[in-house]
């Protein structure tokens, strides 16, 4: 069976540590042992490594340590991507002032991701803004992509023990 891939944004990797959120980190980290065994093929991009640049040390450090311990593909932007942001700002997924939160999103979809990881429920993990993705993808001839929180992607299986 092939591997999903999955598009990790920034709050996934700040997530790994944040004691303030201790059930969402503990998902998080789950979700970080299902990566460290291969069970999935991942992106991070160079927007989510752009917003862990401005973040404040320790916190910058513990997130590029986190990141160190897995294999991924590491994607930039380009102009396809670019085009596609701004059909979504066009068609109304979200305002101008969220156009990074759709820059994690077109890339993610360009990059055929199956799934988006966050755990930004405002811009991302929000059906809203899931429904016009979809739309906006379809018209312009995208596969659709799904966005869930890791709680939804670790889930139980049946089958274990």
């Known amino acids: 069976m092939k591997k ?10 700040s997530h790994l540590y944040a ?6 980190m503990s998902d998080t980290l789950e979700l970080w042992r299902q990566i460290k065994d291969g069970i999935y093929d991942v992106l991070i991009s160079n927007i989510t490594f752009e917003e862990i640049s401005h973040c404040n040390e320790p916190k910058r450090s ?12 590491n994607e930039d932007e380009t102009r396809e991507s670019l085009e596609l942001v701004d059909n979504y700002l066009k068609f109304g ?3 101008s002032k969220s156009r990074d939160d759709l820059r994690h ?23 809203k ?14 596969s659709e992509i799904q966005i869930f929180p890791p709680n939804m992607i670790i889930g139980g299986d049946e089958n274990e023990n």
Request: glycine share 2%; net charge neutral.
């Open 4 to 13: 999903l891939k999955i598009y990790l944004d920034t709050s996934i990797i």
């Open 19 to 24: 004691k303030d959120a201790p059930e969402r």
């Open 62 to 73: 513990i997130m590029a340590d986190f990141i160190s311990q897995i294999e991924f593909s």
């Open 93 to 95: 997924v979200l305002n």
């Open 105 to 127: 999103i077109s890339l993610a979809t360009v990059c055929k991701c199956d799934i988006i990881a966050s755990w930004n429920f405002k811009h991302f993990v929000n059906i």
């Open 129 to 142: 803004v899931i429904n016009k993705v979809q739309a906006v993808n379809k018209y312009e001839g995208y």
